[in-house]
């Protein structure tokens, strides 16, 4: 099978071009043939309609634009952060977490995510979190109480501090006398 807008060449039974996107029942209906479709440089210009019933009869095909580097488009990966209060933050690139989270000179974060501690068990910039390649990592940042690493099925280690573990979802983290999960 041939598309007959594009003249691409369709499997067995398709309905739809997978170039144009044109239906392939299209060419069994009497349509009147599309407006012709003038270009000017990188511009098409579509003329206008004077009867506004014959609009209705066929549209024009313009090529939807394409991005110069469409292939080398990354997927954005996010990972939920969720606390022991039940508050949560969305995260796609990175976070220190504490009681006041404050970044080193130079240093910038997606977000700053502050704990509730009464007890001041949780330091004021506790963990730092990231993601490179898809994947979530943490990092103590020398925190009094430290953190501990609770993974699924895995049994619990302390956090080195400044050393990056990575970490899968569902992985629980206490912070001192608090915690949070990420999903």
Known sequence: MV????????????????????????????APTPPVVEESGDTQIV????????????????EAPRFAD????ETVVSFTITLGT???????????VGRMPQPAVGEQFEHLIV??????????????????????????RN????SIVREPGVVPRRAQPGTRYEIVRGTRIDLGD?????S
């Open 3 to 30: 598309c007959e807008i594009c003249k691409s060449d369709l499997p067995e039974g398709a309905l739809f071009c997978g170039e144009c996107g044109s239906s392939v029942r299209q060419s069994d209906l009497a």
């Open 47 to 62: 003329p206008r309609i004077d009867d506004p019933a014959s609009a209705f009869m066929a549209p024009a095909i313009v």
């Open 70 to 73: 469409e292939a080398e488009l």
């Open 86 to 96: 039940g508050e949560s933050v969305i995260l796609t690139q990175s976070a220190l």
């Open 115 to 140: 704990m509730t501690d009464p007890g001041r068990s949780v330091s004021k910039t506790h963990l730092e979190l990231g993601i490179t390649a898809g994947q979530l990592w943490i990092a103590d």
């Open 143 to 146: 925190s009094g109480n430290g």
């Open 178 to 182: 608090q915690h949070l999960t990420i």
